[in-house]
């Protein structure tokens, strides 16, 4: 199996630190979201693992060795970091001809890859002539095209429909469940959490996480319940609650919000007062929520209103 392993990674662009000492690495088996702010070096990064820029210090392999050195690198590792790579005037299974050819694949892999991508009725048009959604199909097609071991894709769901981005998500788990290492960056909280495993969180180009994503959410997380009963029993309920020390709120939507608990205690003491519970609802936060908290003031780019938010919630 092989693993993505970044140590003490910098790179310098004169006077400004794009990387900044990264240490990580990405391992087979499971789907690694990428994630920082604009300017946080998630690109940079990538682009070293690939040996497409130079590290000003540190090292950046693919199986214990970089890039450059790797035998048949297509088959090795697949990369999308640009849909719009592909030359216009060719068509989709021209272009992934030309990269399977120079590679010693041949064109059956070529028809394989295209069907997986759902471009095999188009796959004698012109690039010049796709959707952005479909440019990406190509992308990841290229990337998969010589069965590798390592899968890179930078924002793989971007100008997808939805049944596009459904597609994508399957692929991600299906090639983690095989056994193969997959890195994906992305923008797209509510898609990471439904894909990614683990999660490297950068800012300003230094590592902030490198941990499971439940292990993520539920740092960021106090524990809450939502909870509603009839009408009728709200009284008991609001005693019962009282006098486990639990602290609730009642709102105007017939919820109760019970702070540090979980379902089942509330669903226990409902139980145990003969109190029948209509919802249940254990609350956590939210990949968004946990990601915009803990790279508040990280960004390269915040707008004014973020600003006020960010000092107002500190």
Known sequence: MTSIDVNELIKDYGATRAVDRLTFSVRPGRVTGFLGPNGAGKSTTMRLVLGLDRPT?????????VYAALNDPLR???VLLDAQAAH?????????????TSNGLGRARVEEVLEEAGLGRVGGR???????????????????LGDPEVIMLDEPSNGLDPEGIIWVRELMKRLAREGRTVLVSSHLMNETSSFADHLIVLGQGRLLIDMPMQEFLDSRSRPRVRVRVAKTDTPRFSEALTRKGLRAEHGQDGFWTVEAARAAEIGTLAAAEGIPVLQLIDEQTTLEQAYLDLTAGAAEFESAADTRTTRQEA
């Not at 216009?88 to 399977?100: F, K, P, V, Y």
């Not at 012109?126 to 998969?144: D, E, N």
């Open 57 to 65: 210090g540190g090292t950046a392999t693919i199986g214990g060795r």
């Open 88 to 100: 216009g005037s060719r068509t989709a299974r021209d272009h992934l001809l030309t990269l399977a």
């Open 76 to 78: 090795r590792v697949g």
């Open 126 to 144: 012109r690039v010049k002539t796709f959707s952005l959604g479909m440019r990406q199909r190509l992308g990841i097609a290229a990337a998969l």
